[in-house]
């Protein structure tokens, strides 16, 4: 598909990121970026993308993600959320847990396949359509074991729509680990190269 570089790594990363410090929002706030969502939604309906731009409809559409995960990888804590750096590295567990289950897999497939036939009669972001996505997180993805703990407001967690949108902003944030694992990346690489990455996106960030 695309290139094993650590500029195509940074973005599928990013896009991670940006999925994480969505779902943190909602938790808090109550609240969710519509471009993000879009975003989300978008990565997870391409699956036969040419190159990892297009799996997120261009790098612009990351430029909130690459700024996070440039805070998240300072080596000094300010400006990093614990939250955001727990829910990543239970996603990159969860991911490898997911590569070893192939039937966990081509249900994941198919149900995406299918959300993608309900988006074709209403808009991707439909009740319709979220409701679908965040029921193929709690059926294939949830039962694999690693449960991602979302810290936050009750009254925000326990909110249907809310909750639905915090699923499907998890499983656009998995999709993004799996593509940045076929492109080369991996929790040790992660450590090893952490400055590299800090410095890769941040000029994603700057390019978005």
Known sequence: MAEHTLENQTVALAAA?????????????????????NTAIHSLFQLEARDVEEVFGGLHNLNSGARVMQQQLERASQGQDIEITRYTATLIALERRLSR??????????????????AQFFEAEHPTVLASLANLYREVVSPLGTKVLVNGEQRFLADEEKANVIRVFLLAALRALVLWRQLGGGRLKLIIQRQRYH????????MA
């Open 101 to 118: 289950h192939p039937k966990a897999l081509d249900n994941l497939a198919l149900g995406l396949q299918q959300s993608m036939q309900q």
């Open 17 to 37: 990121f940006q999925a994480c410090h969505q779902v943190r929002r909602i938790a808090l706030h109550g609240q969710w970026d519509s471009e993000a969502l």
């Open 199 to 206: 410095e890769c996106a941040g000029q994603l960030a700057n």
